[in-house]
């Protein structure tokens, strides 16, 4: 989803005449795009707010005036108090108002010419939270995207109010964007060289966006809308709420070609206990139930998933139980993290688990994910993957693609073959990633 922000957030810079830089020191403008998921990425934002400082700083001395910006979840979680912490910052724009962002670069510029208000310093919050205007205000114009894959935003925020989980006050209420504008955006895409559509939402799975006045389109609806768009090879999404499957869309996964064997379903935890502490609104049971029915469905579905270890009251019984969840799946992939308390949440007024207990139970559930995932991508040696290649790799003639099941592969071929999808043998299986050779 920031991937997805930090696209159009370019996009309507590029359009409003001004240009990219990689090196921060030339920059006229810096934007960061932040996240509050987790304590550990907010207090990366001042991090690098200290290093801006200095380029603004030293910019200043030769007369050249810098604009930092910072957008998304943390700003809408901290609003008026970034600029405490950091009095180098401009402009604070949340998740639903960086549609903003030009008019705002604009009146920071009328303020700093301004001779009225040259000596005092002027902040801009903009924390507004209505997904419906900054959708209808961004730019209809996708064509600036040109890779290979492309996301697509079609549904923002969450009802689900797990006791975790900030979304509900940073992102807002669940919002499924109309059938057509998410059409019209693939159809773009497509057209600029896009192959893989891929769609998010905090929560996607619950998509029921507006299909006409009388008729609303719900997720796997839409599945086989953007399957029939041509030019499109692949389809994936992200996030699912186990909660928010059906039976319709377990199908559409054999019944979509496009559509690709590859599910990231967070479980959490394996602890019924601590599931409900949660409010996730499913039991072990029914989640490995759901699991099932997807392979018995198409055996050959792969998952990822989300843990949190050291939630509060999280006992070694609830942990081992986490464990054995994650040996039972056998998933491809996972995330794991330490529980991290965010503001507003219910669990963060709970009693806390002590660090180091969380530091081992992170260590420790990681080595059964590697193991698993090891596993999996060694088990894909010496057979036939069908591979889109996206990028170029570090060394000369190598090239970079994925799988239909996520995994990286680094194989030898033109440059001219990114964006296509070619058979690959794979050769071995790493840990993070395939290496392998052009079929013929």
């Known amino acids: 989803m920031n991937s997805y922000d930090s696209d159009r957030i370019a996009e309507i810079l590029l359009l409003a005449g001004h240009i990219k830089t990689s090196l921060p020191e030339d920059a006229d403008i810096v934007v960061i795009n932040t996240c509050n998921v987790r304590e550990k990425a907010q207090e990366k934002l001042f991090s690098d707010l200290g290093r801006i400082a200095l380029i603004k700083a030293k910019a200043a001395e030769k007369g050249r005036s810098v604009i930092i910006l910072v957008v998304g979840c943390v700003a809408q979680a901290l609003g008026k108090e970034i600029f405490a912490r950091a009095d180098c910052v401009d402009i604070v724009l949340g998740p639903q108002a960086y549609q903003n962002i030009q008019k705002s670069i604009e009146e920071v510029i009328s303020q700093k010419q301004c001779p009225e208000v040259k000596m005092q310093k002027n ?4 924390t507004t939270m209505s997904a419906e205007d900054k959708f209808k205000l ?6 600036l995207v040109k890779l290979p894959s492309a996301f697509i935003s079609i549904q923002e925020g969450c009802d689900k109010f797990c006791t975790y989980c900030s979304v509900p006050y940073t992102r807002g209420r669940e919002y499924s964007r109309p059938t057509s504008e998410i059409i019209s955006e693939a159809n773009q895409l497509v057209s600029s060289g896009a192959r893989e559509i ?8 619950a998509y029921n966006g507006k299909y006409s006045s009388s008729a609303v389109c719900s997720f796997t609806e839409l599945l086989f809308l953007i399957s029939s768009i041509k030019g499109v090879e692949r389809i994936r999404y992200t996030t699912s709420h186990p909660c928010d499957i059906t039976t319709e869309l377990m199908k559409a996964h054999k019944e979509i070609s496009s559509l690709m064997p590859f599910i990231h379903l967070p479980a959490q935890s394996g602890s019924d206990i601590i599931l409900k502490k949660m ?7 029914q989640y490995i139930k759901i699991i099932n029915e997807f392979r018995k469905i198409l055996p ?11 939630f509060p009251g999280e006992t070694e019984t609830d942990f081992e139980a986490t464990c054995a969840l994650v040996d039972e799946v056998s998933y491809a992939q996972a995330y794991s993290f330490k529980y991290s308390p965010r503001p507003q949440t219910p669990s963060s007024k709970w009693d806390q688990i002590d660090e180091q207990t969380k530091i081992r139970r992170l260590a420790v559930l990681q080595e059964i994910i590697n193991k698993h995932q090891l596993h999996y991508n060694q088990s894909m040696e010496g057979k036939e993957l069908l591979v889109l290649i996206e990028k170029e790799g570090r060394y000369e003639n190598q090239v970079i693609g994925k799988t239909e099941y996520m995994q990286s592969v680094h194989l030898s071929a033109p440059k001219n073959f990114i964006g296509k999808v070619f058979p690959v043998k794979i050769s071995r299986g790493f840990q993070n990633s395939l290496s392998g050779k052009l079929v013929g």
């Open 198 to 205: 891929f769609l998010l939402g905090q929560n996607v799975s």
């Open 138 to 143: 961004l730019p209809r114009n996708r064509t």
């Open 123 to 126: 902040f801009i919050v903009d």
């Open 279 to 285: 409010n996730r609104g499913y039991s072990r049971s």
């Open 300 to 310: 050959n579905i792969a998952f990822s998933s989300d843990f949190i270890v050291g």
